[in-house]
Antibody, heavy 120, light 108 residues
Framework: QVQLVQSGAEVKKPGASVKISCKAF????????MHWVRQAPGQGLEWMGN????????TYTQKFQGRVTMTRDTSTGTFYMDLTSLRSEDTAVYYC?????????????WGQGTLVTVSS | DIQMTQSPSSLSASVGDRVTITCRAS??????LHWYQQKPGKAPKLLIY???SLQSGVPSRFSGSGYGTDFTLTITSLQPEDIATYYC??????????FGGGTKVEIK
């Protein structure tokens, strides 16, 4: 079955960068875009962007342009999300999420989430 | 960007009650509206896609309806395990794929 396994929690200082991984199991890696969604403590869900696993093409929401980079490693079936110039407002749980079959941009499968804490 | 507005932001109902949550889009999104359930400390779970299609494995007491800008999620008979926060999300046209602000459902 489909499984998305994310890397563990991170604690970072303001101004630092964080790179989160999301390893995909149970389906053909290149068949589905991967999305990244974040959730600040006690807040709602925020879509950050996505990546095409076939060619690595990305789309980022304007809020994160210039600070976020999404990549993938086809040899290991792993996706990455790199966020730079961290500030306290970036403290959140970050999820990777995969499309539903035949329904692009509907998030059927989710990773377990990675908590990133930004604190001096 | 398309804005999604959910109401109410929270509600309290008794077990067995019918619960309705609404979601309004800032412009027409046809039927590209989806609903998720999130329990504390867990990832969201897809409940309804395409406005009214029930995701496999989701109990039939959940249903969705709507088209264009106005949508509803209905729980016909609230159960204790339905305590969660519910989010709508649109996937119409180009990104960003925005979520509503969420509706927290509690037991009275």
């Amino acid at each position: 079955q489909v499984q998305l396994v994310q890397s563990g929690a991170e604690v970072k200082k303001p101004g630092a960068s964080v790179k989160i991984s999301c390893k995909a199991f149970g389906y053909r890696f290149t068949d589905h875009y991967m999305h990244w969604v974040r959730q600040a403590p006690g807040q709602g869900l925020e879509w950050m962007g996505n990546i095409n696993p076939t060619d690595g093409g990305t789309t980022y929401t304007q809020k994160f342009q210039g600070r976020v980079t999404m990549t993938r490693d086809t040899s290991t079936g792993t996706f990455y999300m790199d966020l730079t110039s961290l500030r306290s407002e970036d403290t959140a749980v970050y999820y990777c999420a995969r499309d539903k079959v035949n329904w692009n941009d509907v998030f059927e499968h989710w990773g377990q989430g990675t908590l990133v804490t930004v604190s001096s | 960007d398309i804005q999604m507005t959910q109401s109410p932001s929270s509600l309290s109902a008794s077990v067995g009650d019918r619960v309705t949550i609404t979601c309004r889009a800032s412009r027409s999104i046809n039927s590209y509206l989806h609903w998720y359930q999130q329990k504390p400390g867990k990832a969201p779970k897809l409940l309804i896609y395409g406005s009214s299609s029930l995701q496999s494995g989701v109990p039939s007491r959940f249903s969705g309806s709507g088209y264009g800008t106005d949508f509803t999620l209905t729980i016909t008979s609230l159960q204790p395990e339905d305590i969660a926060t519910y989010y709508c999300q649109q996937s119409y046209s180009t990104p960003p794929f925005t979520f509503g602000g969420g509706t927290k459902v509690e037991i009275k």
